[in-house]
């Protein structure tokens, strides 16, 4: 079975400031992919970032970036130059070899200007 | 392309009443999700379906039937609802299932008093 962990509940970030959500996983999985979702007050899910487990490199997109540690099983969004527009929950998901996606909590980040 | 929506976007229901909940979408994908989030749960998969006339359960499927019998669109039905089942529902689709990237309709909100 897939878990995954969100031990921040929420966090705070300055404007033009860098943050890092954290997210933990485990998985029996040799194959697998992690994901980081947005969630606007819209409610609109939005995939922001994702990764494949098999490749060393991390996933970047832009100001999003992804710290995958694959032998600690921690896989942390680091977001740079935070915006106003930044200001959502962020989930962290994990999908290994079958068509179930499994979500953490989520953590909810608050951008201050 | 709408891509994936929802209907209808709120209702409130009594105990006992049934009710059901209709995705579409338009992107030809194979495969689709029912999803439930409560506050501080994450996201929780009740059914999917990987094709028309198929259906499984997901992690939460008590209380929920599914039916996909065309292939854009997969419903879901409360036969007897119950407060526990009040939530944000949503509905995703993808191409295949692992490691396609899932779209998201954009969430139901059922209250059940």
């Known amino acids: 079975a897939q878990t995954v962990t969100q031990s921040q509940p929420e966090m705070s970030v300055q404007e033009a400031e860098t943050v890092t959500l954290s997210c933990t996983y485990d998985t029996s999985e040799s194959d697998y992919y992690l994901f980081w979702y947005k969630q606007p007050p819209s409610r609109q899910m939005i995939l922001v970032i994702r990764?494949?487990?098999?490749?060393?490199q991390n996933a970047t997109e832009n100001r999003f970036s992804v710290n995958f540690q694959k032998a600690a099983k921690s896989f942390s969004l680091k977001i740079s130059d935070s915006q106003l527009g930044d200001a959502a929950m962020y989930f962290c998901a994990s999908q290994g070899g079958s068509e179930k996606l499994v979500f953490g909590k989520g953590t909810k980040l608050t951008v201050n200007p | 392309n709408a891509g994936v929506t929802q209907t209808p976007k709120f209702r409130v229901l009594k105990t006992g009443q049934s009710m059901t909940l209709l995705c579409a979408q338009d992107?030809?994908?194979?495969?689709m999700y029912w999803y439930r989030q409560d506050p501080g749960m994450g996201l929780r998969l009740i059914h999917y379906?990987?094709?028309?006339?198929?259906?499984a359960k997901g992690e939460v499927p008590d209380g929920y039937n599914v039916s996909r019998l065309k292939k854009q669109n997969f419903l879901l039905g409360l036969e007897s609802a119950a407060p526990s089942q009040t939530s944000v529902y949503f509905c995703a689709s993808s191409r295949q299932g692992y490691p396609y990237e899932q779209y998201f309709g954009p969430g139901t909100r059922l209250t059940v008093t």
């Open positions: 990764q494949e487990a098999y490749k060393q």
């Open positions: 379906s990987v094709g028309e006339g198929t259906t």
């Open positions: 992107m030809n994908h194979e495969y």
